[in-house]
């Protein structure tokens, strides 16, 4: 029986479990985990290829930190552009 950390479906079931917490908790930080799980199960769907926990880990860490910036940069706001009121509404 091989181990649970190198079964395909068990990082595609995690990459789904922190897609939920992603829309219960936005913040971009649970959706870079989860895309880093579902390559990490994409990978392990390839037949012939034994990886060892420490390297499905370092891979889960690098894809998700990548993942995290590529987010924040698309996703995130504009610098500079910060609307100021000079009067009040009730004015």
């Not at 595609?12 to 897609?19: K, T």
């Not at 939920?20 to 994409?42: C, H, N, Q, R, Y």
């Not at 889960?60 to 924040?72: D, E, G, I, P, Q």
């Amino acid at each position: 029986m091989e181990p649970l950390w190198s079964i395909w479906w068990v990082w595609l079931s995690g990459a789904l479990v922190l897609g939920i917490l992603e829309v219960l908790l936005p913040g971009f930080v649970f959706l870079g985990f989860a895309i880093g799980a579902v390559v990490v199960a994409l990978v392990l769907l390839i037949p012939g290829l034994g990886f060892s926990l420490p390297v499905l880990l370092l891979v889960f860490a690098a894809l998700s930190l990548a993942s995290w910036l590529v987010l924040r940069k698309m996703f995130a706001l504009p610098t500079g552009q910060v609307k100021r009121f000079d009067s009040d509404i009730n004015d």
